[in-house]
């Protein structure tokens, strides 16, 4: 079994950044990557950015490359996004998920937290 935790996630300014949280425990040695994925009302679950417990490699989703930076502690057994430049269409419930692959695909990932929202006011 695996956990995770997201949290972070509040209502800010466009222009504004934010830093989610993800923190991971179980069996979390056994993961090899890290996703987030959002999702807005009445809209699919969208990939944002993924990596591997390793830092490498990166990969964003189109809209938001250049603003947000995914990352890891090992250490702490914690995977962040840190999102900048935030845009009223960035609102959404945020989802950090793990899986046995490095993937952008959602059904590749079988464990995912509870969601954090962000709300972008512009």
């Known amino acids: 079994q695996v956990q995770l935790v997201e949290s972070g996630g509040g209502l800010v300014q466009a222009g504004d950044s934010l830093r989610l949280s993800c923190a991971t425990s179980?069996?979390?040695?056994?993961?090899?990557?890290m996703g987030w994925f959002r999702q807005a009302p009445g809209k699919e679950r969208e990939f944002v950015a993924a990596i591997t417990w390793s830092g490498a490699p990166k990969v964003y989703a189109d809209s938001v490359k250049g603003r947000f930076t995914i990352s890891t502690d090992n250490a702490k057994n914690t995977v962040y996004l840190q999102m900048n430049s935030l845009r009223s269409e960035d609102t959404a419930v945020y989802f950090c998920?793990?899986?046995?692959?490095?993937?952008?695909?959602?059904?590749?990932?079988?464990?995912w937290g509870q969601g954090t929202q962000v709300t972008v006011s512009s």
């Open positions: 179980g069996r979390t040695w056994s993961r090899y990557a």
């Open positions: 998920a793990t899986s046995y692959q490095f993937s952008t695909w959602a059904g590749q990932y079988d464990y």
